[in-house]
């Protein structure tokens, strides 16, 4: 079964500062992988996606991430954090057949501090 | 504006009750699904579907029941509330082959007293 972990359960940062949020993943085949982002009472808005090629995907709002095979890993990055980027993250790995499910972490909570 | 669709946006049941949660798509999506989230959880699969007429349960089914008669529509009923149905539920719909990622609607917050 596929599985994700999200080791960190809040991140605070400075505005202007770098930001990487970590993902790992257990999935027996090639995994699709996803970052979405949701901000207080909102639904889930998709941030970025892999399913092959090349390992850098970049995504909307500036942010990319990086999947690494050897370290069963998708971190999500984003050089310079803005206030409005405080939010929830979740990783998610999908599944081509049943349905395209999708199994979430347990999220990242991000607070921007001034 | 296309999306997903979901009502009511919030919610209160006594434990026992039962209602249903809409859900609507104006995507022509094939595949839909329900989650819940709940805090540490993340979200959890429900129920999901890969075309009308066709469901299937996911990780958290109990006390939960889906049909899909169209392909617009996929509601989520609660047979009887119970406390721990108390959640936030997200349905989510999303084109089939290669995996092009859900859109999720608004969420309906649930709670059962």
């Known amino acids: 079964a596929q599985s994700v972990t999200q080791p960190d359960i809040h991140i605070t940062v400075s505005e202007g500062a770098s930001l990487e949020l970590r993902c790992n993943y257990s999935?027996?085949?090639?995994?699709?992988l996803f970052w979405y982002v949701q901000s207080p009472g909102q639904g889930l808005q998709l941030l970025l996606k892999?399913?092959?090629?090349?390992?850098l995907v970049q995504g909307i709002k500036g942010f990319e991430a990086e999947f690494k095979r050897s370290q069963s890993s998708f971190n999500l990055r984003k050089p310079s954090v803005h206030w409005s980027d405080a939010a929830e993250y979740f990783c998610?790995?999908?599944?081509?057949?049943?349905?395209?499910?999708?199994?979430f972490g347990g999220g990242t909570r991000l607070m921007v501090k001034p | 504006n296309a999306g997903v669709t979901q009502t009511p946006k919030f919610q209160v049941l006594k434990t026992g009750q039962s209602m249903t949660l809409q859900c609507a798509q104006d995507m022509n999506h094939e595949y839909m699904s329900w989650y819940r989230q709940d805090p540490g959880m993340g979200l959890r699969l429900i129920h999901y579907?890969?075309?009308?007429?066709?469901?299937d349960q996911g990780e958290v089914p109990n006390g939960y029941n889906v049909s899909r008669s169209t392909t617009e529509d996929f509601p989520l009923r609660l047979l009887s509330a119970a406390p721990s149905q108390t959640s936030v539920y997200f349905c989510a719909s999303s084109a089939p082959g290669r995996v092009s990622g859900y859109t999720f609607g608004s969420g309906t917050r649930l709670t059962v007293v």
């Open positions: 579907s890969v075309g009308a007429g066709i469901t």
């Open positions: 998610a790995v999908g599944a081509s057949n049943a349905g395209n499910m999708l199994t």
């Open positions: 892999y399913f092959s090629g090349d390992t």
């Open positions: 999935y027996g085949a090639t995994p699709y």
